[in-house]
């Protein structure tokens, strides 16, 4: 049948379109969530009068309290914030990609508070296994309502941005 290729190659160039889609959507929406975390934190820090306190601490327990091989202790400070800034945004590019996939898959309607519950369990989840994984000996007890709070609004900015490039429907209310 010839027009059989033709629609088979329509039909894997549309799965190809909306495959790349979502990855992108995932990706920006990821780094949006991660970005807020960052804006949150630093000015959280900058409200208790110390800057960068909250990276720093991350950086050091997640990769390590030897430090990095660089020369002076306030440029192996930033080189590890700056690592540390690398793996949470590439973190969260991919619990961006796969919130999208949750939401393509299971037809779950995305909401801002399934975005919120998202970033409540499977952010803070996924930074306690980072925890559990380096091995390091963290008391998180003051910081935990800090943590929850914005892994919460991270969920809710990634929904959020996933819902402003999801086209409506006909018929749905907005």
Do not use: W
């Not at 999208?100 to 369990?121: E, P, Q």
């Not at 930074?127 to 892994?151: D, H, I, T, Y």
């Amino acid at each position: 049948m010839p027009g059989s290729d033709d629609s088979d190659y329509e039909m894997g160039k549309r799965y190809r379109y909306r495959l790349y889609g979502d990855l992108l959507d995932g990706a920006i929406a990821g780094l949006l969530g991660g970005g807020s975390i960052m804006v949150l934190t630093l000015l959280y820090d900058a409200l208790l009068f110390k800057p960068l306190v909250t990276p720093n601490f991350l950086a050091q327990t997640l990769l390590g309290r030897e430090g990095v091989a660089v020369d002076g202790a306030a440029q192996a400070k930033l080189v590890q914030i700056g690592m540390f800034t690398v793996l949470h945004l590439a973190a969260f590019v991919f619990l961006g990609i796969v919130l999208v996939k949750i939401f393509r898959i299971t037809g779950i309607r995305n909401t801002l508070l399934f975005g919120g519950l998202y970033g409540f369990t499977v952010c803070t989840s996924l930074f306690g296994v980072s925890l559990q994984l380096s091995g390091a000996e963290v008391s998180l007890e003051p910081k935990r309502l800090v943590l929850l709070l914005v892994n919460f609004i991270a969920g809710v900015v990634m929904a959020g941005y996933l819902q402003a490039r999801t086209p409506r429907r006909k018929g749905e209310q907005q």
